[in-house]
């Protein structure tokens, strides 16, 4: 078994670490629709030589990534596999993808550059899309916030090229939604920080775009953003702000979900008739709202079922915990079953009012229910700290049980594995 000398000093002349080259192969998989399956031990593997010809998928993803060959990154072809017959990707696209996944530094490419058209958009939508159906899924993580950011570069780069100013907005709305695709992935898995600054610069490239859903978009998640650091009124300032752009006026569905983060807000603060104004306020609206406008693919996860969660929440902060049983009752039997993050955090969420009634036995029961949901995947940081949030509850209300003893050893082993 001979060493990959080839591909070892390609990574060092762009600067790369095996991690660093998989979350790279990674977010190209991603973006072009597939799952990004490439660890350190496949790099490891394809250095040591141990495989000599990867993945047809993952060796388009490396190829894209250094904008070369797998030939002339020391890979050989098996004698039974045929020559590709189709032109390979622009050596402009890949060498951007590099620059734009890693920060690599790399030669610039000299010669006319293709021409920037609506395909170019089209495309780039479609990676939102794969994007939005992995987060639905698996929920966020790194790979999928490098990829969005990876999209929001190569958007930018071709709005330079955009022929006219009405294709250059559309690449800054592209550039936006990709943007808050990141800042959710990075709110998802409770890194506050980074999201706030994606969703700063997501905010500033929605105007740029002048796309109202982008900025209706970004609202949303600084609202959500707003209530996990535990800045309740900024969460109410940012319901508002949702509340205010052009979308909502021409589209109930946005007006509902901008009134139903803000009646979290106001919940979170202790404004009892705020919360319940602005519920009812969303409930009207979802009622007025088309099923069958289209409209992007991020907000498919929002509907009466994503509504009747979020009075879940509402309720229980509010001291209705009866309520808020038979409301989270009532999402789970209608939240699809593709949202199974969803689904997994509003089963939190009856936990929870089931707890907050004192009925131990059957919030225990119910809170296990989330691991089996999210089998096989990581548990998302923002659902490791609700189920914290259950487990905080559960010892203060019955720290004696035994039924809490037995789940809190379950919990601590589950957390452990989901890590």
């Given at each position: 078994m001979?060493?990959?000398e080839?591909l070892?000093?390609?990574?060092?002349?762009?600067?790369?670490?095996?991690?660093?080259?998989?979350?790279?192969?990674?977010?190209?998989?991603i973006?072009?629709?597939h799952e990004g399956?490439?660890?350190?031990?496949?790099i490891r593997?394809?250095?040591?030589?141990?495989t000599?010809?990867?993945?047809p998928?993952?060796?388009?993803?490396?190829?894209?990534v250094?904008?070369?060959?797998?030939e002339?990154?020391g890979?050989?072809?098996?004698a039974?596999c045929p020559?590709?017959?189709?032109?390979?990707?622009?050596?402009?696209?890949?060498?951007?993808?590099l620059?734009?996944?890693t920060?690599?530094?790399?030669?610039?490419?000299?010669?006319a550059?293709?021409?920037?058209?609506?395909?170019?958009?089209?495309?780039?939508?479609?990676?939102?899309?794969?994007l939005?159906?992995?987060?639905?899924?698996?929920?966020g993580?790194?790979?999928?916030?490098?990829?969005?950011?990876?999209?929001?570069?190569?958007?930018?780069?071709?709005q330079k090229?955009?022929?006219?100013?009405r294709?250059r907005?559309?690449?800054?709305s592209?550039?936006?939604?990709?943007?808050?695709s990141?800042?959710?992935?990075a709110?998802?898995?409770?890194?506050?920080?980074?999201?706030?600054s994606?969703?700063?610069?997501?905010?500033?490239?929605?105007?740029m775009?002048?796309?109202?859903?982008?900025?209706?978009?970004?609202?949303?998640?600084?609202?959500?953003l707003?209530?996990?650091?535990?800045?309740?009124?900024?969460?109410?300032?940012?319901?508002?702000?949702?509340?205010?752009?052009?979308?909502t006026r021409?589209?109930?569905?946005?007006?509902?979900?901008?009134?139903?983060?803000?009646?979290?807000?106001?919940?979170?603060?202790?404004?009892?008739?705020?919360?319940l104004?602005?519920?009812?306020?969303?409930?009207?609206a979802?009622?007025?709202?088309?099923t069958?406008?289209?409209?992007?693919?991020?907000?498919?996860?929002?509907?009466?079922?994503?509504?009747l969660?979020?009075?879940a929440?509402?309720?229980?902060?509010?001291?209705?915990?009866?309520g808020?049983?038979?409301?989270?009752?009532?999402?789970?039997?209608?939240?699809?079953?593709?949202?199974r993050?969803?689904r997994?955090?509003a089963?939190?969420?009856?936990?929870?009012?089931?707890?907050?009634?004192?009925?131990i036995?059957q919030?225990?029961?119910?809170?296990?229910?989330v691991?089996?949901?999210?089998?096989?995947?990581?548990?998302?940081?923002?659902?490791r700290?609700?189920?914290?949030?259950?487990?905080?509850?559960?010892?203060?209300?019955?720290?004696?049980s035994?039924?809490?003893?037995?789940?809190?050893?379950?919990y601590?082993s589950e957390w452990?594995?989901?890590?």
């Open positions: 001979q060493a990959n080839r070892s000093s390609a990574m060092q002349e762009s600067g790369l670490t095996q991690a660093e080259l998989a979350d790279a192969v990674n977010a190209r998989l973006c072009d629709g399956t490439v660890s350190d031990r496949t593997n394809w250095l040591t030589g141990k000599r010809w990867p993945h998928r993952q060796r388009e993803a490396l190829q894209a250094f904008g070369c060959e797998a002339e990154l890979f050989s072809r098996p039974r020559s590709p017959v189709s032109e390979p990707e622009s050596s402009v696209r890949r060498r951007y993808f620059t734009a996944t920060s690599a530094v790399v030669t610039p490419f000299v010669g550059l293709p021409q920037v058209g609506s395909s170019d958009v089209i495309r780039l939508r479609s990676g939102l899309d794969a939005t159906a992995l987060d639905a899924s698996r929920g993580h790194e790979a999928l916030e490098r990829a969005a950011l990876a999209g929001a570069a190569e958007a930018l780069d071709l090229r955009a022929a006219s100013q294709l907005q559309r690449l800054f592209v550039a936006a939604n990709y943007t808050a990141a800042a959710w992935s709110v998802d898995a409770r890194q506050s920080d980074r999201a706030h994606h969703l700063n610069r997501a905010l500033y490239l929605a105007g775009g002048k796309d109202p859903v982008a900025e209706l978009r970004v609202w949303n998640s600084h609202a959500m707003a209530v996990h650091r535990g800045e309740y009124s900024q969460a109410v300032d940012a319901g508002q702000a949702a509340q205010a752009t052009a979308v021409r589209d109930p569905l946005f007006a509902s979900l901008a009134h139903a983060r803000t009646a979290v807000g106001h919940s979170m603060v202790g404004d009892r008739r705020g919360a104004r602005s519920l009812g306020h969303a409930e009207e979802m009622v007025k709202s088309a069958d406008e289209s409209r992007p693919s991020w907000v498919a996860f929002y509907g009466p079922a994503e509504l969660a979020i009075t929440i509402v309720r229980d902060d509010i001291g209705d915990a009866v808020a049983e038979a409301a989270s009752h009532r999402a789970l039997a209608a939240i699809p079953q593709q949202f993050r969803n997994a955090l089963t939190l969420q009856l936990a929870l009012t089931q707890l907050h009634q004192r009925d036995d919030a225990c029961s119910t809170a296990a229910h691991f089996a949901l999210m089998e096989g995947s990581p548990l998302p940081g923002r659902m700290s609700f189920l914290g949030d259950f487990h905080r509850d559960l010892i203060t209300l019955a720290p004696d035994g039924t809490a003893l037995e789940w809190e050893d379950r601590r452990s594995q989901a890590r």
